[in-house]
């Protein structure tokens, strides 16, 4: 017969079990390594207050990102990179708003105010950025026909930014995503990057979401359901 010791330990040890992955995860310090990778999505002066398709408290992201950064001996960051008229853009379709949405040949589009067209100052980087050790910036939704928020594909699912493999070749095997906005680049971002193999966290303090039409709860479970592990800041060594 089991004693009260024993059955306090037992119920602890259960208790532990259901915990939620994300609070087991936080408990251990995770220190990047060599094989590790910071993916910096967007963080643009389009998706920051005063922009275009401002993200709400998306500036809140660039001292968390610029933090975090020191951590990982490699940073790759992202820019939106639109053409003037670009598809995505609800200004070329005639009677459509923004985040309406359109039926184009690789699927169903989400439309936007203009944004981060190339070489305009909405494109360009937030000037807040502290990182000068990243070593690529990788520019996407160039092609003026097909959107690209993930950094590895484009829109219409087959078309490569090349990420995938400039990663396998510096032999990295897990990726950390930050930037905006969680439930659009952000999410296609850490999905795809689990499509082509790699360990994924999205630093769910360093992202903002745009929400639209429950966006942002669609975005987080599917990454769930993908094995995308969701951590925030401090749950990565500093030291690193």
């Known amino acids: 017969m089991l004693d009260r ?35 910096v999505i967007d963080v643009q002066n389009c998706f920051l207050p005063g922009g275009s398709l401002a993200v709400k408290e998306g500036e809140q992201v660039v001292p ?26 609800a200004s070329v379709h005639s009677g459509k708003k923004p985040f309406d949405t359109v039926d184009l040949p690789y699927g169903k589009q989400v439309l936007w105010p203009d944004h981060c067209v190339q070489g305009t100052d909405g494109a360009a980087l937030s000037k807040d950025l502290a990182i000068p050790h ?7 939704g160039f092609h003026k026909n097909v959107d690209s928020y993930s950094a590895f594909l484009e829109a219409d ?10 990663l396998k070749g510096r032999k990295i095997k ?7 906005a969680t439930d659009f680049c952000v999410a296609w971002t850490a999905l795809d990057a689990r499509k082509a193999g790699f360990e994924v966290y999205v630093v769910e303090d360093a992202c903002r979401g745009i929400d639209t039409q429950g966006s942002l709860a669609k975005a987080w479970a ?7 592990k969701r ?3 401090a749950d990565i060594a500093a030291g690193a």
């Open 5 to 39: 010791r024993q059955v306090l330990e037992m119920l602890g040890t259960t208790a532990l079990a259901t915990l939620a992955p994300s609070a087991l995860l936080a408990a251990t310090s995770i220190k990047p390594d060599d094989a590790s990778a910071l993916l």
């Open 157 to 166: 699912g087959k078309t490569s930014t090349g990420l995938a493999g400039y």
């Open 64 to 89: 968390v990102i610029n933090k975090i950064s020191k951590a990982f001996a490699n940073v790759v960051m992202t820019q939106d990179w639109h053409t003037p008229g670009h598809v995505s853009f």
């Open 222 to 228: 599917d990454m769930a359901k993908a094995g995308v």
């Open 134 to 140: 990243a070593e690529l910036i990788i520019r996407k």
């Open 231 to 233: 951590i925030q800041s």
């Open 174 to 180: 897990r990726v950390f995503v930050a930037g905006l």
